[in-house]
Each structure stands twice: as C-alpha cells, then as structure tokens.
C-alpha cells in the first residue's frame, strides 16, 4: 500500500509575506483516506472537483511552517523516499521526518524561505574553517539530510533531519564512504551519519520551545556540538499581525531573544550534554567539535535587522 502526494498550486493569502500551498495526497483506499484526513483535519479544504476520487485528500498549508502525517503502510522510509523523488518541489520545503514503530510517519515543511541569508553567512564561516584543516571534513547546507535514531519510552525512533548548518569530520566522512562503497546502493543505516557539528537558526515560524525541543533530538542522537541561533527580531505574533497589513515593530517591540546563541555540548564519557547561553555576541568559539573555530556573529545580527526593517515594516 501506499500513499502518494503532489503539489497543487500555490495559494497567495490575503497580505501574507509567505504563500500557502495546496498537496493532494492519493490514498490506496478509502480508509487511508479517512486517516489522513483526521490526523490533518487542521489544513484539510474542499474537494472541489476531485471529490469524485474518495481515495484523494486535499490539504492546504497556510503558515510558514506545517507537519502533516501520512499513511507510510509496509515501507515508510522507502515511502518516504520515493515520495520525494517524485516530489521534488515539496521535497525542498521538507526540514523533517519522523519514521517510528506505527504505520505512519510525520513530514514537517516549511512554505517559503525564512533567513535563508543568515544561513548562508553561517554556513559560509563553517566551510572557510572546513578547506584549512590538514584533513578538510564535510560541510552541509539546508538540503544536507542527517539519518537519526533516538529514543522515546519502549519506542525506537528514526528520523530524519536538516540542519541550517552540518559538519561531519573527515573520519566520520570515510566510514560513511566505507560502507558506500561495500554495501553497494545501500541507503545510509540510522545512526551512522550523525554530525559532529551543527548549526539551527530559528524561523519566526518556530516557538523557542519548538526548537529547544529539536535541539535536544540532535543532541540525543549523539552529535557533538550544536548551536541554535536566534536572529528573530519580531514575535510570530506580531508577524501575524504584520501579515494582515499592520505596522507593529518598533524598537521596543523586538524580543529578548533576538541574538541569542545557545550552545550545546556532549560529554562523550557520559552522553550527557550541557547548554550555555550567550546573549548577542559579537563572536563564539566552538567548545569541542571544530577546535580553533571562531564564528563572528556581527555580520549576521546586522543583517537580520535590516531585513526585519526593510521586509517586517
């Protein structure tokens, strides 16, 4: 059995600086019909015409950041997959999915690009670092794919994620490329490609409890070193608010947590991890996983705020 989607059109909303986007999700039978759409009742909209198809559900994405679940049936990894190969529009909004023990999986998307600069600026000062080391690792975008396994009560979860920002050692690349290359066209094992380094920037999508929260799948999963910046200067409420045409960002408007850097760090002896905070800084040196490795954040604070002044307001 199986369950496959595609992208409609895309649905500008009233003001919105994000657009909406419509996915028809083809069902092999009525009841995986009716599944999805209870289990996504919250972006489900009208058949229209395609209602002679019970088997085929429409849902409509409205924010900047959704998680819709899906029947996975027999396969879900190999579902999942296929899916984005045929997809490949929706397959670069994907940030993650989760596979677990049930018959289904969860995709989490993002409508639009969010910070997409900052991303760049980040990944750019990690990649300059990466090319002057006697033994260069590698360095991964927004769309490089990290296959995790965690933990959660009596359940194995395996999932799959992408960073703003991934670093992977050079020895930790060749076992990777080891096992590539003896296991000829296999699919990376959960657990094996695992980060030493990375890098979250928070969407003004994302509620800090949201990200505490990915964080803490990272650092579970065994990497090394992660950090969560936050270079949101307006609330999701007041975005909201923006979004319906009102001008609402003032200089006292702007969050507390704007320029925040949260950094975590693995006790490799006991799997435990700590947090240390530092508030707007101007530079931030990696604790463990990229020695000598100093990020300069002055650049990136500057930039968030012009672009809340010229995009927000």
């Given at each position: ?251 006292d408007d702007v969050p507390p947590t704007f320029g925040q850097v949260d ?51």
């Open positions: 059995m199986r369950a496959a989607l595609s992208q409609r059109h895309a649905c500008p909303a009233r003001q919105a600086l994000f657009e909406s986007f419509d996915i028809n999700v083809t069902c092999d039978s009525e009841e995986a019909a009716n599944y999805t759409k209870t289990e996504n009742k919250m972006f489900l909209i009208a058949d229209g015409d395609a209602a002679q198809d019970p088997k085929t559900v429409h849902l409509r994405c409205p924010s900047p950041e959704c998680m819709v679940r899906l029947c996975a049936y027999d396969h879900g990894v190999e579902h999942f997959e296929t899916f984005e190969n045929n997809n490949p529009f929706l397959a670069k909004k994907i940030k993650a999915a989760t596979f677990g023990s049930r018959q289904c999986y969860d995709v989490q998307m993002q409508v639009g690009a969010e910070g997409s600069f900052i991303a760049s600026e980040m990944l750019r000062q990690v990649a300059n670092y990466n090319i002057q080391l006697p033994a260069p690792g590698e360095v991964g975008g927004e769309d490089a794919r990290s296959y995790l396994r965690t933990s959660t009560g009596n359940e194995i979860l395996e999932g799959m994620r992408k960073a703003d920002v991934t670093y992977y050692t050079a020895e930790q690349w060749e076992n990777v490329s080891l096992f590539l290359a003896e296991v000829g066209g296999a699919r990376l094992p959960f657990g094996l490609a695992v980060p030493a380094f990375l890098i979250e920037s928070r969407s003004i999508s994302q509620s800090r409890a949201v990200m505490n929260r990915t964080m803490e799948v990272w650092m579970e999963a065994g990497v090394k070193e992660a950090w969560l910046v936050d270079p949101i200067v307006i609330s999701y409420d007041q975005f909201r608010r923006r979004r319906n045409g009102e001008t609402v960002l003032t200089c950094v975590y760090v693995r006790n490799d002896e006991t799997g435990k991890y700590t947090m240390t905070t530092f508030k707007k800084p101007e530079t931030v040196r990696s604790v463990t996983a990229l020695p000598g490795f100093k990020m300069n954040f002055t650049r990136i604070w500057d930039k968030a705020s012009k672009y809340s002044a010229s995009t927000l307001v």
